[in-house]
């Protein structure tokens, strides 16, 4: 089935330490992007990649880096995870950056 | 003032009502406006988008876009307790770099059987 794969679905992690949230798309998408969801505040994007080989900064990008070598990955890392990255963090990928994105299921993130 | 205003809700109905959400929005540039769709511990799914103003139909919901007011809505006719979950809307327009999305905050629904 086409679309986007995340992982893990969850995950407990220690302060301090670094983490990769995965993401595979296979519908063969220019635009990827990262948000973080959050009660009260909605989505927030992180990052995003119009295209294989370039990344940006969107809302909230500190704290977080990206890297997009294909088309089909965008991993996300925390390099030093905080409290307040504790989040549900969704992958998201769309034809080109000016058409409607399509989501993962998320990975929901706990960090003590 | 937020680019995108959403009545958090929660919303409840009963089985077979008519639903009417809607967003406000800010920023004249926008050019796409989309609705999704979220259940519990799931990824949001796209409803339906508009290009512009006007209205589209599919199967139960209709989309409406008022840019003279910066008003969108979604309807939901004979609404079905699978309808809960939260709506989510969305606009986008061009900006540095590319474009740029704006979700609003969603709305609760819960529909009653």
């Known amino acids: 089935i086409a679309g986007i794969t995340q992982a893990p679905t969850s995950q407990i992690l220690a302060a301090g330490r670094r983490m990769t949230l995965r993401c595979t798309q296979d519908?063969?998408?220019?635009?990827m992007y990262w948000y973080r969801q959050d009660l009260g505040l909605g989505l927030r994007l992180i990052h995003y990649?119009?295209?294989?080989?370039?990344?940006g900064k969107g809302e909230v990008p500190d704290g977080y880096s990206v890297s997009r070598a294909n088309t089909d990955d965008f991993p996300l890392t925390l390099a030093s995870a905080v409290p307040s990255q504790t989040s549900v963090y969704f992958c998201a990928s769309s034809g080109e950056s000016n058409q409607p994105q399509h989501f993962g299921d998320g990975t929901r993130l706990s960090i003590l | 003032q937020k680019e995108v205003e959403q009545d958090p809700g929660p919303l409840s109905v009963p089985e077979g009502a008519i639903v009417s959400l809607n967003c406000t929005y800010s920023?004249?540039?926008?050019?796409?406006f989309m609705w999704y769709r979220q259940y519990s511990r799931k990824g949001p799914e796209l409803l339906m988008y508009t290009y512009s103003s006007g209205n589209k139909e599919d199967g139960r919901f209709t989309a409406q876009v008022d840019k003279s007011s910066k008003y969108i809505s979604l309807f939901i006719r004979d609404s079905q307790p699978s309808d809960s979950a939260t709506y989510l809307c969305?606009?986008?327009?061009?900006?540095?770099?590319?474009?740029?999305?704006?979700f609003g905050a969603g709305t609760r629904l819960f529909v009653k059987a």
């Open positions: 519908m063969r998408h220019n635009a």
């Open positions: 969305a606009m986008s327009a061009t900006s540095t770099g590319g474009f740029k999305t704006i």
């Open positions: 990649s119009n295209t294989a080989g370039t990344t």
């Open positions: 920023n004249s540039a926008f050019q796409y």
